[in-house]
């Protein structure tokens, strides 16, 4: 199977991956419209990867045969100030 993945104009490092180039028909109106419009970064066969860069590609592969595509975002982003002032017992 091939797998086109699309970055996000409006959310950083947001990446939605979709079976086939231009076909959004599986992915809900409300994400499409908080996606912003698609931008193609690669399209690529799945099924002879046996790793991606920031996903899980079992998961990945689950969710593209379950829901036809699977969005990738980014991890939360770690405060380091709030965890410095813990380290030193400092409350806010």
Same mark, same amino acid.
């Given at each position: ?15 939605? @991956? ?7 028909? &599986?992915? *809900?109106? *409300? %994400? ?5 419009? *698609? ?16 996903? &899980? ?11 036809? @595509? ?10 380091? %100030?709030?965890?410095?002032? %813990? ?6």
């Amino acid at each position: 199977m091939l797998c086109a993945v699309y970055k996000s104009s409006r959310k950083a490092d947001t990446y939605l @991956f979709v079976k086939k180039r231009d076909c959004f028909d &599986d992915v *809900p109106a *409300p %994400l499409m419209e908080m996606f912003g419009v *698609p931008k193609l970064v690669m399209v690529f066969p799945i099924a002879k990867r046996d790793a991606l860069g920031m996903a &899980d590609i079992q998961k990945v592969r689950a969710a593209m045969e379950e829901n036809g @595509f699977y969005l990738q975002i980014p991890p939360p982003q770690v405060n380091l %100030l709030a965890e410095h002032k %813990l380290s030193l017992g400092i409350k806010d």
